[in-house]
């Protein structure tokens, strides 16, 4: 691990996702860890990841990691499940710096917040075909049933900006309500973009069920690496994060300054392939 004494701790830490699910990640380490920058990149270019050969995703997330690195990233984080499925473990030997993933924090998360065992996945169409989360969980919980259910229309959702809708509830219920038939008492939001239909979930399951969302522990794991390995900032200031995004970037700006409360954060488009980029805000 390559450390640089005091310059290295005040660098950015870099997170990406296919678009803007992993702002709910960020929401979270902007939570616990407040004086941490962070640069962010959403790859709505090619959104959805879901349906995409995991070749291709590993491209896409191998570029925008030399990206995050060139911009002085002291650590990344794969704000994305399927990427996470796919690059975490690659990314992990390649690089010399910290590397986290979304999948092993919310398998842990599931497996010790089980009671019988039956635990439901919603995820992504990749991310249910990897089985990643149920090699995860059953590895530590070798007689977990795990049931995953990919939903095509969830990201789609949110992108554009349908969570009142009403129905988007309707939505949420016809892909929920098949694994609470099967007696799950766990659900992981195994994508990062689903943290923002939780109220509709919350209110669908009641007491039926705990709900896991994998960007808690996910960051809780991320400060206590970064404390082990001195790379917390220790300048309590004002962080100066920076948003990009590869394609379109309405729903970026519109979260980054709603749910992030950062209006004056910078937005950029940047094409990767071209190298140029635009100041949107």
Do not use: W
Request: hydrophobic share 45%; glycine share 8%; net charge negative.
């Amino acid at each position: 691990m390559i450390k640089e004494g005091a310059q290295v701790k005040e660098r950015p830490i870099g997170v990406f996702d296919s678009g803007v699910g992993g702002l709910t990640v960020v929401r979270e380490m902007i939570r616990r860890m407040p004086y941490e920058t962070v640069f962010y990149y959403a790859d709505t270019a090619h959104l959805p990841y879901g349906p995409r050969p995991l070749a291709e995703i590993e491209s896409f997330a191998l570029e925008i990691t030399d990206f995050l690195i060139s911009k002085g990233a002291k650590a990344i984080c794969i704000a994305c499940n399927i990427s996470s499925a796919v690059m975490l473990n690659r990314l992990s030997c390649e690089l010399n710096i910290p590397v986290f993933g979304m999948i092993p924090p919310g398998a842990a998360a599931a497996a010790e917040a089980t009671r019988n065992g039956h635990i439901g996945i919603l995820a992504t169409e990749g991310t249910v075909k990897s089985g990643a989360y149920s090699r995860a969980i059953t590895e530590l919980k070798p007689d977990a049933v795990v049931l995953e259910r990919a939903c095509p229309p969830f990201v789609p959702l949110v992108e554009n900006d349908m969570i009142a809708d009403p129905c988007c509830r309707d939505t949420v219920a016809a892909f929920l309500q098949p694994l609470l038939d099967e007696g799950v008492d766990t659900i992981v939001l195994g994508c990062t973009h689903y943290p923002f239909l939780e109220e509709h979930i919350h209110d669908l399951i009641g007491n039926s069920a705990v709900v896991v969302n994998p960007a808690q522990r996910t960051v809780a794991m991320m400060q206590e690496r970064l404390q082990g390995l001195d790379l917390l900032t220790e300048i309590a200031k004002a962080p100066q994060h920076r948003f990009y995004a590869s394609g379109e970037d309405t729903s970026l700006r519109r979260l980054v300054a709603g749910e992030l409360g950062l209006p004056e954060a910078p937005v950029y488009t940047i094409d990767l392939e071209k190298k140029n980029a635009a100041v949107t805000r």
